[in-house]
């Protein structure tokens, strides 16, 4: 059943099964949240952020958008980051990418895409800085690595926030992991971890 209304009753049967197994899941679960991770990943339908890490609902705040790119000026994804790590007062980060990712493919061919060429400009610019590693590599193998660098970068560029170096400041422990997803296999991979003992570049750092 492909139909709209299979997500429905999928969540029908869903509701009632996690209230025969608990009957005060949802008034416990309404009453707030706390969660201790905030997750940043791409939109992509094959990387649900809940089921390859088994996150149960209430304990990660998520972000989702194309390639999970930390933009500056993306105000939906700086409210999410500041609400998370400031309100909520999440310990951890998770910038996670993919293999396969159809953004990061865009960025590297020359197609236009109308509007999109603008979020995608983010993702060639990250090529360019990493041209010397990137050149020498095939195809796909230049794909794959581009996929890494980007969380890598992504990583770094949420260091360059006065929301991150604020928390750093007041003593909270914020950690920042990049993580790489394979849907060929289904696992994740760790490519990076920051925290508040990270050199940042002088030109980022903000007088707090
Ligand atoms: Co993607």
Not at 63 to 83: C, E, G, K, Q
Not at 111 to 127: A, E, P
Request: glycine share 6%; aromatic share 8%; charged share 25%.
């Amino acid at each position: 059943m492909k139909d709209i209304k299979r997500l429905l009753l999928e969540n029908k049967l869903w509701a009632e099964e996690k209230s025969k197994i608990n009957n005060d899941y949802f008034k416990e679960m309404a009453k707030d949240q706390k969660p201790n991770f905030l997750w940043i990943g791409c939109s992509d339908s094959r990387v649900p952020p809940d089921e390859i890490t088994g996150a149960s609902p209430g304990e990660m705040f998520v972000a989702r958008n194309v390639a999970n790119l930390i933009i500056h000026t993306d105000l939906n994804l700086m409210s999410v980051v500041d609400y998370a790590i400031h309100s909520l007062k999440v310990n951890h980060v998770i910038i996670c990418g993919h293999y396969g990712c159809g953004g990061v493919r865009a960025a590297l061919g020359n197609q236009n895409f109308g509007m999109i060429n603008k979020w995608i400009r983010n993702i060639k610019d990250i090529h360019q800085l990493h041209w010397e590693e990137l050149s020498p590599l095939g195809p796909e193998e230049r794909f794959d690595r581009l996929v890494e660098l980007n969380v890598i970068e992504q990583a770094k560029n949420l260091t360059h926030t006065s929301i991150v170096q604020k928390a750093w400041k007041s003593g909270h422990d914020v950690k920042i992991h990049g993580w790489i997803y394979a849907m060929s296999n289904g696992l994740l991979n760790q490519l990076i971890t920051i925290d508040q003992n990270y050199p940042i570049e002088d030109i980022y750092r903000f007088d707090l």
